[in-house]
């Protein structure tokens, strides 16, 4: 039985759907001749035929009614949604089903669908719908969809078994949890009591002959919640020791926000969005040092640490908003222990 839900062609999608689709923002990339990047899959495009042509023939069998008759080369089914909207589907009974054709219903006019269809079909004696058919595009598009739906699984399963890894070692500080990575390495976490602060040591065993393993790394660092990429540090190998270590300092609001956060959410929703972790805006301009990258932070909507502790994504212009009193006191110490320096 097939299970791929039914869904439309790029040509029904374009020439006769997308001044009628409901969401704005694909309403307005569709009329630009646009496809929506492969995130969204065309049966779920914001249009109740399209929504009819799914949920009617993705496992549905056309009933004896539901034949189209007055084209017959190819074995066309019809697709209602209320009173106006109709389409015809492309029904094979172990193939995919492509909505090929949809319109509004006017009966007893010449501009209805129906209609139509069967004159843009009919040449003379001759009856040939193939103009309407799918071509290599839409299995493209399709195959494109599928694969990154599988990655974007892969990743989720990725993203769960770290941090379930991370969980079980801030749970017990000062007791390794490992975990066995896809391509064969081991991921080694220690959650290490160090006074005020706590190091949060990751370590990463991997074959880094030729480069290798260091893609790996940065798929775990950007799995860790409420981090900022300038704050891993990295211990490189020693002569007992052949893997580096890589290491961040957190403190207790850390730990408490990840076990909420994972408590609340669920590890699926944290997964997917690790900035869950990051403090709320307060308001205040703070001061980040000049090891992160705060330009891209704001292009790409990374996390930065700021001196005072706060992670966050920066959104704002922080030459509005007044400083922060404790990154100034930090500064200020700072500043004052290079003058005696």
Known sequence: ???????????????????SVTDARQRSALLAGQLPDLSVQLHEIAHPI???ARDRYTNGEPRARDWFRSVRDQPWVECRHGERWRGLVLWYPQAQRWLCFAGWHEFGSRDDVYERFTQQCTTGSTI???????????ESRLLGEQRYSDLLTQKQRFNHEVLKCLLS????????STL?????????????PDGDLDELTLQIKLDWRG?????????????????????????PPGPT?????????????????????????????????????????????????????????????????????????????????????????????????????
């Open 1 to 19: 039985m097939v299970t791929d839900p039914a869904r439309p062609t790029i040509r029904c999608l374009l020439d006769d759907l997308a001044n």
């Open 50 to 52: 399209v929504a009819a």
């Open 128 to 138: 040939d719908s193939t103009r309407f058919l799918p071509v290599k595009d839409d």
């Open 169 to 176: 070692a801030v749970s017990s500080p000062g007791i390794a």
């Open 180 to 192: 066995e990575l896809p391509d064969g390495s081991t991921m080694r976490v220690l959650l290490r």
């Open 211 to 235: 480069g290798q393993g260091a893609a790996m790394v940065e798929r775990v660092k950007d799995t860790v919640p409420g981090i900022a990429t300038n704050e891993w540090d990295i211990i």
């Open 241 to 341: 020791d052949l893997d580096p270590i890589f290491l961040a300092y957190v403190d207790d609001q850390w730990v408490t926000q990840l076990t909420e956060a994972a408590a609340t959410h669920g590890l699926e929703v944290l997964g997917a969005n690790p900035n869950l972790l990051l403090d709320r805006s307060d308001g205040a301009a703070h001061f980040i040092p000049a090891s992160a990258k705060v330009a891209a932070a704001y292009v790409e909507g990374q996390p930065v640490r700021a001196i005072c502790g706060r992670r966050f994504v920066p959104t704002a212009d922080p030459s509005t908003a007044p400083t922060c009193p404790e990154c100034q006191r930090i500064r200020e110490q700072i500043e004052q222990a290079h003058r005696v320096d």
